[in-house]
């Protein structure tokens, strides 16, 4: 399978504002999901105080500190982000089927 070349997807960052993007995880849209979920593996932050930053490291390490404080347990991260040449499979669009 062919890879996608490196920085990619760099200049990608979501097009939220700058303070927005300096609290990652605290809009009140949060509990919708991500409006770029899953994060690429090359994916950085466009702006604010983390630009340039891979969003992958800065979600994860959010993610823990808040697991933490929660007091609630986690495994292992799975990765660094999901390829960048690689299609969710729920983004693939299938043929109709006939009944």
Not at 23 to 44: K, Y
Not at 76 to 94: C, E, L, N, R, T
Request: proline share 11%; charged share 20%.
């Amino acid at each position: 399978m062919a890879r996608a070349p490196a920085g990619a997807w760099a200049a990608a960052g979501t097009p939220a504002a700058t303070k927005e993007q300096a609290h990652p995880g605290e809009q009140a849209c949060r509990w919708n999901g991500s409006c770029a979920s899953p994060i690429n593996e090359s994916r950085v932050l466009a702006c604010g105080p983390h630009k340039g930053k891979s969003v992958w490291k800065l979600a994860r390490k959010l993610f823990e500190a808040r697991m933490y404080e929660a007091g609630l347990a986690f495994g292992p991260s799975p990765g660094q982000g999901w390829p960048d040449d690689v299609i969710p499979p729920y983004d693939v669009i299938k043929k109709p089927t006939r009944a």
